[in-house]
């Protein structure tokens, strides 16, 4: 018998209907022998109700603000809770919901972006030793001070992971409305394969690239507590345990290291080019300072000196939201170094090359170049960590260079023989 | 200083405009230099959803798929608590919402119908001191093993009262959408008049007798500790120092003792009448008991026995709703008496005169008797008590008879001159 934490999204519970399908899954895994605690998000399109609601009262700026605003927002995933522990019940099986502060799943007091501290296991385990099925609110737990926090936008998988991390589960099932991970999007790249498997940096680095499937911190969490998660769907029918889903796993554990695991790309990027800067110390703090002090997030940056050595062009990438306030500071801040020009391009985007096999196999970044250049892309801006290769190139050969590069790598799935 | 309890139902927080209302409501108080402590329902037609969707997956039989809904339907007020702190935080005042678990309101563990057991005051005090408004999620509490408990449908109010004798407030100020209690039903009599006081005692006829404006047990709870209540109206901008609505006391404080302070009536009669019953000790417990063990509530209860004295005929009053089980229950229990005959009459009504000076004012009864014959209105059945007589009379009449006995009492509102 083990133990599974089993999460499922707001499209998945996002009606009645929706949430006894749930619990049939939920059913399932609990009449194959194992214990569940299972973590839900509020239904489709209630957060954002609730979210509306406090908007239209309160600016949200103090914290003390965001604590009475938690306090709404926290009620859509206790809804879900209820519901889903009532179906189980109609279903025979023992089931009782849990709110964060019940659990208690202790944060800190940062109202709406609260960190988790620690996660009591006394009463829900006194719970499933009953034979009951433990239904978590996720996204929420308690502050010090007796509260109800969040955990940011996404955070049920965060809970979901943090949960299965403290209660030691076999394994996190993350039921989503799409059948696992893919190796690049498969609305761009119709050959895109699903992964049986991912290593938790890759999964990091295509999560903060932009796939939608699992939030950012609950892979790094996942990652540091060694959490074997799955990423599957809700409205598949094969049995959690047969892992029709895709594992996230330690590197060590990969079956087989690709050289690329995975393409992934962000269309919202902007190009900020400063040229001909005085190229002394403290010019890229003199630039990247200010911007950082106003919440602009920047990307990818590159320098180059000028021949004689005296001068230097910079360039790095913002959202394309962040353009107009980086670009006013850049050219209005007393601060800013002087510059000859200020250029712009709103219409780039970045493709990332992602795997672990990377470290090992010489020649990607090579290929990536060749490949780019046969279809006459130009890369605009190069960056490179160990397990990722990223480019910046005209957004407008996005899918091109997609394609190219996912048959370059061998990612395409073999075509089935009719 | 003074510490007032406020109370909101869900029409007065029905959306964010009126919320906003609200919030003036609270402010104004509280620059006025009291310490408030609010009570909020849900937005009106929240709860009816949440338990709407719990009924879709649950029929709610046992006690632990109720403590589960109570999870669900608690999340209603505690949206609502948020929300006004929000607000009250924007127009500057400083605000925190609290939900049953966090006051703490200690409830037994009937779940869906909770009892209040006790009210911690520790942790709100030391809120209010700092000058705080405390915004309480009306309607719930916490069960001995830490669960959502919710207090059944008006339980608002009763949180409400129960809040202010826990806090010994200087007054519970009920806001709702009606202006105060008034001698009858403004919607059948136009010249019904507000109140400016009631007795206890005599809400607790009223309000059992069908008056929607307080629930029964709130009105008890009051009773009991002494609460001074206000009902006021949310859309009326009088202070509430100035006790624009009606106020509930206890009847030693009424400044008048009117021989009737007020008439209310029911139109979910049904009369039954079982001839020739044979009279002999036991019988009406063979036929009550069953009846009440069926859940089916019997009201008034007339026995009269027939010359020779070994046979009686019974008369009774169920709801309109309970009128068929209870017919086929008198009519098929193997456990009934015998009888001759079974009347039944869904078409009746009950006019009920209630003041607690008929205590000291002879011939009310007699007033009432005369006034209804002197407009042909017969009575089927008479049931007095200390404070009140009910007739049972054909439900036609019902306006016609409303209107002649606030006439004869003097009820009627002197008309204004223009």
Chains 1, 2 share one sequence.
């Not at 609110?137 to 965060?158: K, M, V, Y």
């Not at 589960?169 to 799409?178: F, L, P, Q, S």
């Not at 091109?400 to 790598?409: E, G």
Request: with cysteine; aromatic share 4%.
């Amino acid at each position: 018998m083990a133990l599974i934490v089993q999460k499922f999204g707001g499209t998945s519970v996002a009606d009645i209907e929706r949430i006894k399908r749930v619990a049939t899954i939920v059913k399932r895994d609990r009449d194959a022998g194992h214990q569940v605690i299972v973590v839900v998000s509020a239904m489709a399109g209630v957060t954002n109700q609730l979210v509306d609601y406090c908007s239209q009262v309160s600016s949200l700026m103090e914290n003390d603000q965001r604590a009475n605003a938690d306090h709404v927002v926290a009620a859509g995933e206790q809804i879900t809770s209820g519901l889903l522990a009532l179906e189980l019940q109609s279903l025979g099986q023992p089931a009782r919901a849990w709110a964060g502060w019940q659990i208690p799943l202790h944060s800190d007091d940062m109202y709406s972006k609260a960190r988790i501290d620690e996660i009591g296991t006394e009463a829900i385990n006194a719970s499933l030793a009953k034979g009951e099925v433990a239904v978590i609110a996720g996204f929420q737990g308690i502050s010090p001070e007796g509260r109800i926090t969040t955990l940011g936008r996404g955070g049920s998988d965060t809970s979901a992971v943090a949960i299965a991390a403290a209660f030691k589960a076999e394994r996190c099932d993350i039921y989503t409305d799409v059948d696992g991970v893919y190796t690049s999007d498969p609305r761009i790249i119709k050959k895109a394969r699903k992964l049986k498997q991912v290593g938790y940096e890759e999964m990091l680095e295509m999560a903060s690239l932009g796939s939608k499937v699992l939030q950012t911190r609950s892979v790094e969490l996942a990652m540091n507590y060694r959490v074997k998660v799955q990423v599957l769907s809700t409205f598949d029918d094969t049995p959690a345990d047969q892992i029709p889903g895709t594992l996230l796993v330690d590197e060590e554990d990969l079956v087989e290291k690709q050289r690329v695991t995975g393409l992934a790309y962000s269309r919202d990027e902007a190009r900020i080019t400063l040229t001909n800067v005085e190229n002394k110390p403290g010019v890229s703090a003199g630039i990247f300072g200010p911007l950082a002090d106003r919440g602009i997030n920047v990307d990818m940056i590159v320098q180059n000196v000028t021949e004689d050595g005296k001068q230097t062009d910079l360039t790095f990438t913002v959202t394309k939201g962040d353009l107009p306030r980086a670009l006013e500071l850049v050219k209005n801040d007393p601060a800013m170094p002087k510059c000859e020009k200020v250029h712009t391009d709103g219409g780039v985007a970045k493709i990332s090359v992602i795997g672990v096999g990377m470290r090992s196999h010489a020649g990607v970044a090579a290929e990536m170049f060749r490949t780019l250049a046969e279809k006459n892309i130009n890369i605009i801006v190069i960056s490179t960590s160990e397990i990722k290769i990223s480019v910046l190139i005209d957004e407008s050969y996005i899918e091109l260079a997609l394609r190219a590069l996912h048959t370059a790598y061998g990612l395409d799935a073999v075509e089935e023989k009719n």
